[in-house]
């Protein structure tokens, strides 16, 4: 086994993607000393039962201290207070990361509230629909991408040294800027959210749909939706204050883009919609050829 790049981890939020890291450092990375720290009492008490990291501290102090590495792991909303309980706590030489899925935001309020550290962001894409210390599961990580968004300057041998740990938990590594990154992942990510909790919603009430007919007739597509739409819902609230920017921005293309397809159908224009409907064919072919899904029938549910 090749020597791990930290030797003490530090996690600050316990639900799926923090556990996640947990279990995933005890699985590829015994040697590494983990502790972690949650705000709620009972998940921690729920994270010590399940083993999510070696030691569950009863304060985020208590859990940096001494620490190579600290992760935080919770909404980005929270992030400026969760860094704040750290203060005065980290070794000078300790990063600072997060598994957020905003990043500007998430940087700037882990520079404001940890002003002397060293902060090297990064956003493994990654997730269920489920969440809390029951979610998490060693294998989260395994063949997904880390978007690491170091700031300007960064020294390379520290973004290396944190790209070496998420390389160990299986994920391939990518480093970006932080303000492409969110564009990026408002269209990839943040906008599927959106509408998946606008099309379920809207579903729900329409007035001559029952709720049970929704659930009875759900095909594939909504099921999918519902799945989407079953996110961690602070979570969610958080991405989308936190890059607000970046998701209008695409909100508004996707917007003049369904407009186009309303007049396709409209017009009873079936070349226009033949054209789109191929083109975004073969972009879920990509996906697949990447590995980031499967090509098995019904994505390869057994049910």
């Given amino acids: 086994m090749t020597e791990a790049p930290f030797h003490h981890v530090a996690i600050i939020g316990l639900g799926l993607l923090g556990g996640s890291v947990g279990l995933a450092l005890a699985e590829y990375l015994p040697g590494v000393r983990t502790t972690g720290y949650d705000r709620a009492p009972a998940t921690r008490a729920r994270a010590a039962e399940r083993a999510l990291v070696g030691t569950v501290c009863a304060t985020a102090a208590e859990a940096v201290a001494g620490a190579d590495l ?11 207070d969760a860094a704040r309980d750290c203060s005065g706590a980290l070794r000078p030489d300790a990063i600072v990361s997060d598994v957020g899925s905003s990043k500007v935001a998430v940087a700037r309020a882990l ?3 940890l002003p002397e550290a060293t902060i090297i962001p990064a956003h493994p894409v990654a997730g269920t629909e489920n969440s809390g210390p029951d979610a998490g599961f060693a294998h989260l ?13 960064e020294d390379p041998a520290k973004v290396e040294r944190l790209a070496a740990l998420w390389q160990a938990l299986g994920a391939r590594v990518e480093v970006m800027d932080a303000a492409h990154h969110d564009r990026v ?3 990839t990510s943040h906008l599927p959210h959106l509408i998946a909790y606008t099309i379920v919603g809207t579903a729900s009430d329409l007035e001559e749909v029952t709720q ?5 007739y759900s095909a594939g597509g909504f099921r999918d939706f519902t799945r989407i739409a079953a996110s961690d819902p602070t979570m969610w609230r958080d991405v989308f204050l936190s890059n607000k920017d970046a998701v209008l921005e695409m ?17 009873g224009d079936g070349d226009t919609l033949f054209e789109h409907f191929a083109r975004t064919r073969a972009i879920r072919r990509s996906i697949i050829e990447q590995g980031q899904d499967d ?5 390869g549910r057994t049910e």
């Fill in 212 to 216: 049970s007919e929704v659930i009875k």
């Fill in 70 to 80: 600290v992760i935080f792991c919770v909404p980005p909303l929270a992030m400026d």
């Fill in 185 to 187: 992942l408002a269209v």
């Fill in 295 to 299: 090509a098995r029938p019904n994505f």
């Fill in 111 to 113: 520079a404001d509230a």
């Fill in 251 to 267: 909100l508004q293309t996707f917007s003049e883009d369904l407009s186009e397809l309303q007049k396709a159908i409209r017009k």
């Fill in 141 to 153: 990580f395994k063949g997904r991408w880390c978007i690491i968004t170091p700031a300007d300057g």
